[in-house]
């Protein structure tokens, strides 16, 4: 009484894998939230110091007028542990959100 335990390979179109164009469901919502955190990562860390180029004309008066955070000049502070920090925040974020969405495909299964 064996029984045999014969599986069918998995056609091609499984096997393939696109980032731009996911499959339906956990996949689409994982590349979602990949998206979204690659999205707000750079937004804070390119926009911040494109915003302050495009916007002030003269930089050096600029940086002679800026403003102090915890006793730093705030481009500094901002660049040396903001963005530090915020890139913590969005790995915690980010690991909350892709184990949310792995227990709810794992119960529906």
Not at 13 to 38: C, H, Q, S, Y
Request: proline residues 6%.
């Amino acid at each position: 009484m064996s029984q045999t335990n014969e599986q069918e390979p998995p056609s091609r179109d499984d096997l393939r894998i696109n980032f731009f164009r996911p499959r339906a469901g956990f996949m689409r919502k994982e590349v979602t939230i990949i998206w979204i955190t690659l999205a707000a990562w750079a937004i804070m860390t390119f926009g911040m110091p494109i915003h302050l180029a495009l916007t002030h004309s003269d930089p050096t008066r600029t940086l002679a007028e800026v403003p102090y955070i915890f006793g730093i000049p705030a481009y500094f502070w901002f660049s040396g542990q903001f963005l530090i920090l915020w890139f913590i925040f969005l790995c915690f974020i980010f690991n909350v959100l892709i184990d949310w969405l792995s227990s709810s495909y794992r119960r529906r299964r």
